[in-house]
């Protein structure tokens, strides 16, 4: 085999190892953290409709909380009217359940629209990586 063709073949194969695949465990990590933040308000959510149904808002309600190590603690909440929601950058805001049900929608329709965009970064970085192999094999000389 000639040694250009080898020396490009070596090349291609460098750049699908060291860029495109590390580009693709990037954003197959941003996609799982997208998922996960996801989960959480939607969890949340059932948290918050929960507590309406049941009218646990206006009477409150008594939990345990784990302090840490599997150690819990019976909590006491007598007004579960409001709520503390993170509105980003380690800064905390008291909504009612109705408005926190309202950011918690918006949040959810933020964060799926960015999986949707990685989703479509993944498959596009996937498209390249299938279109360079499919260049080293025509390089190396293999037909389908």
Do not use: C
């Not at 308000?41 to 008594?62: A, H, Y």
């Not at 109705?98 to 964060?111: C, F, M, P, T, Y």
């Amino acid at each position: 085999m000639n040694p250009d063709i080898q020396e490009k073949i070596f090349k291609f194969e460098t750049f699908v190892n060291d860029v495109l695949k590390e580009d693709l465990a990037k954003l197959e990590q941003k996609l799982d953290t997208k998922n996960g933040e996801i989960a959480e308000f939607l969890q949340l959510k059932g948290m918050i409709t929960t507590l309406q149904n049941n009218g646990f808002d206006k009477s409150g309600f008594k939990t345990q909380v784990d302090i840490g190590q599997s150690f819990f603690i019976e909590a006491h909440i007598p007004d579960a009217s409001t709520i503390l929601l993170d509105i980003g950058l380690g800064h905390y805001m008291e909504f009612s359940l109705h408005d926190a049900l309202a950011v918690i929608n918006v949040r959810i329709k933020l964060l799926e629209q960015q999986i949707k965009h990685f989703r479509k970064e993944i498959a596009n970085t996937n498209a390249h990586i299938k279109l360079i192999l499919l260049g080293i094999r025509e390089l190396q000389g293999f037909d389908d």
